[in-house]
């Protein structure tokens, strides 16, 4: 019936087909997230590259004085600032850095190879938790979309219905002046109301199936690159033990 119809629209959420999916926005933060670990990651050796280059220059000329100690150990404490990880040390007789500055730089590109691969690793799995959530999105979309070309389809009929009665009062009609009159019928008043009830239950539908398209092409653009990943770190992991 009209009253059944209209109150199973209502029932509807009414979102938007960009409301409908967030798989899009995990996938785009997954990225972005990498670039800035990325960027941080390039910005960070750079400067630990110089700070070691520093070092070695200052080894090799000796710590003679109590500015070039200092200076060398400032810059040490500043590399364990950048980069923890590398955990530096001064030897207590030398007072220099254990291991030395000359083999520092081999250390900060290890660093930078290892934070590469966290940052990459990271990226997966929030990848993957998208192209989970994608996955969600399309069966979940598709359920409700289905649900909404069925209402769908049962607002066109009422609404064929409707537009045939009231074509046929029209129809008994000679007078054009007459005819104006059917816009105070009640046939007319319910016509409208499936009209507008219609358009709806249309919306709906457009926006689930547009919400299932969305979801599947990020689904898609998740799986590849997913692929693409795997085999990025499987050579990496091949690279490092073929070094080992």
Not at 50 to 71: C, I, S, V, W
Not at 211 to 238: C, K, N, R
């Amino acid at each position: 019936s009209i009253q059944e119809i209209g109150q199973e629209i209502d029932q509807m959420t009414g979102k938007t087909a960009d409301a409908l999916t967030q798989s899009d926005t995990l996938l785009e933060q997954a990225q972005s997230h990498y670039e800035e670990t990325s960027s941080r990651i390039a910005a960070a050796g750079a400067v630990a590259a110089d700070y070691a280059a520093r070092l070695d220059a200052l080894e090799k000329q000796g710590l003679t004085t109590n500015e070039a100690q200092e200076e060398y150990n400032n810059l040490i404490e500043q590399l364990n600032v950048i980069m923890p990880e590398l955990n530096l040390q001064l030897d207590e007789q030398t007072g220099l850095l254990k291991g030395g500055a000359e083999a520092l730089l081999d250390n900060v590109e290890a660093w930078k190879n290892w934070a590469t691969q966290q940052a990459m690793q990271e990226k997966y799995t929030e990848t993957l938790k998208a192209y989970g959530q994608a996955q969600l999105e399309v069966a979940e979309n598709t359920v409700k979309r289905t649900e909404a070309e069925q209402k769908l389809n049962r607002a066109q009929a009422e609404y064929a219905v409707a537009n045939k009665e009231l074509q046929k009062i029209v129809g008994k009609i000679e007078d054009d002046r007459a005819k104006m009159a059917v816009l105070n019928t009640e046939e007319y008043r319910t016509l409208q109301k499936l009209g507008e009830q219609l358009h709806d239950a249309q919306e709906e539908y457009d926006n689930y199936d547009q919400a299932v398209q969305d979801a599947t092409a990020t689904m898609e653009e998740a799986e590849a690159q997913i692929d693409q990943m795997g085999q990025t770190m499987e050579a990496a992991a091949d690279t490092t033990s073929d070094a080992a």
